[in-house]
């Protein structure tokens, strides 16, 4: 798999999965700004102990209730309380169940401690923004983008609801588990784009995890984000014979170190995307490090460079006239 292969998006649920710190809530920001723009009404779900996303777009942090923060791009923080008010009272109609049972604070604190159970229910919600929410609520979304957990804790939710569905036992919740493993096997409607730095660890944690992906949910990332790319247009990456070769016209010795730690930190991170290019078996999509030459950029500037980058620009283009 290549580099040049053009990847596009045209399932409406993507999750975006990747090692913390590599910048998953960046590129997730980035797909939904490029799909809102480009008419789609767009959802960013995230589940976190607080709303990153608002504050990069200068909004105050929102709620379990999705919040528009600009034309046809809303963001939601997903609660485990409020999903499981909202599964058994609006969805299932056991109000009485959930006011005398579930509202009950030692039960509370049992399910809060059951493994796996918030995980089932942040991919329930998701399948009822996908699935139900236009029938039950009048409420659509064209694309609903998950800026899922941390590698680990982010791929064990494609797992859980089959996990919970092969119980030998009976009930709604298990039929649900089952038709939300459904949905997130379905490369159709589901799809995964994983982001990776071009640093060691990065890559190694990447690499092992993909192939997770061939058995839960069932089929590989759709892309790869490579994040500060150093694959940049017209930059020749290479070791220099000598300082004096690379940089002639610098007389500071300081900064003529600085520069040659530049150079060998790009050359580093070109390697590193080289060897995702060759092992991953997933299309790349190079992201520039746009910080080299300005490392004070604003968090929706970044936001608005990474939508327009050409690969990731390409992405959004040619999914947007998939889905016409």
Same mark, same amino acid.
């Given at each position: 798999?290549?580099?040049?292969?053009?990847?596009?998006?045209?399932?409406?649920?993507?999750?975006?999965?990747?090692?913390?710190?590599?910048?998953?809530?960046?590129?997730?920001?980035?797909?939904?700004l490029?799909?809102?723009?480009?008419?789609?009404?767009?959802?960013?779900?995230?589940?976190?102990?607080?709303?990153?996303?608002?504050?990069?777009?200068?909004?105050? !942090?929102?709620?379990?209730?999705?919040?528009?923060?600009?034309k046809?791009?809303?963001?939601?923080n997903?609660d485990?309380?409020?999903?499981?008010?909202?599964?058994?009272?609006?969805?299932?109609?056991?109000?009485?169940?959930?006011?005398?049972?579930?509202?009950?604070?030692?039960v509370?604190?049992?399910?809060?401690?059951?493994?796996?159970?918030?995980?089932?229910?942040?991919?329930?919600r998701?399948?009822?923004?996908?699935?139900?929410?236009?029938?039950?609520?009048?409420?659509?979304?064209?694309?609903?983008?998950?800026?899922?957990?941390?590698?680990?804790?982010?791929?064990?939710?494609?797992?859980?609801?089959?996990?919970?569905?092969?119980?030998?036992?009976?009930?709604?919740l298990?039929?649900?588990?089952?038709?939300?493993?459904?949905?997130?096997?379905?490369?159709e409607?589901?799809?995964?784009?994983?982001?990776?730095?071009?640093?060691?660890?990065?890559?190694?944690?990447?690499?092992?995890?993909?192939?997770?992906?061939?058995?839960?949910?069932?089929?590989l990332?759709?892309?790869l984000?490579?994040?500060?790319?150093?694959?940049?247009?017209?930059?020749?990456?290479?070791?220099?014979?000598?300082?004096?070769?690379?940089?002639?016209?610098?007389?500071?010795?300081?900064?003529k170190?600085?520069?040659?730690?530049?150079?060998?930190?790009?050359?580093?991170?070109?390697?590193?995307?080289?060897?995702?290019?060759?092992?991953?078996?997933?299309?790349?999509?190079?992201? !520039?490090?746009?910080?080299?030459?300005n490392?004070?950029?604003?968090?929706?500037?970044?936001?608005?460079?990474?939508?327009?980058?050409?690969?990731?620009?390409?992405?959004?283009?040619?999914?947007?006239?998939?889905?016409?």
């Amino acid at each position: 798999m290549t580099e040049n292969q053009a990847p596009s998006l045209k399932q409406k649920l993507i999750f975006v999965t990747g090692k913390g710190g590599v910048g998953r809530t960046t590129v997730a920001s980035a797909l939904g700004l490029g799909f809102a723009e480009a008419g789609e009404n767009t959802l960013i779900v995230q589940w976190s102990f607080r709303d990153f996303i608002s504050p990069q777009w200068n909004r105050d !942090p929102c709620g379990h209730k999705h919040v528009e923060i600009q034309k046809n791009l809303s963001v939601m923080n997903f609660d485990p309380s409020e999903a499981m008010k909202e599964y058994f009272v609006d969805h299932l109609n056991m109000k009485l169940l959930y006011n005398l049972v579930l509202q009950n604070k030692q039960v509370q604190k049992l399910l809060q401690s059951a493994p796996g159970l918030e995980e089932l229910f942040f991919v329930g919600r998701l399948f009822w923004l996908c699935e139900l929410a236009e029938e039950e609520a009048n409420l659509k979304f064209d694309r609903i983008i998950v800026d899922a957990p941390a590698t680990g804790h982010g791929s064990a939710l494609f797992g859980i609801a089959r996990t919970i569905s092969a119980f030998e036992i009976t009930g709604p919740l298990v039929d649900e588990a089952r038709r939300v493993s459904a949905l997130l096997a379905d490369s159709e409607k589901t799809a995964i784009v994983t982001v990776s730095l071009p640093e060691e660890l990065p890559v190694e944690e990447t690499l092992e995890v993909l192939p997770r992906y061939k058995e839960e949910p069932g089929h590989l990332p759709v892309a790869l984000v490579v994040n500060r790319s150093a694959n940049l247009p017209g930059l020749e990456i290479r070791e220099p014979a000598s300082p004096d070769f690379l940089y002639p016209a610098v007389q500071s010795v300081d900064l003529k170190a600085e520069l040659r730690a530049l150079q060998s930190d790009l050359r580093r991170r070109f390697e590193m995307e080289q060897r995702l290019v060759r092992e991953s078996q997933v299309p790349l999509v190079s992201v !520039p490090d746009f910080m080299i030459d300005n490392p004070a950029l604003e968090p929706a500037l970044i936001i608005r460079q990474v939508c327009n980058s050409p690969s990731f620009h390409d992405l959004i283009r040619q999914t947007s006239e998939v889905r016409k």
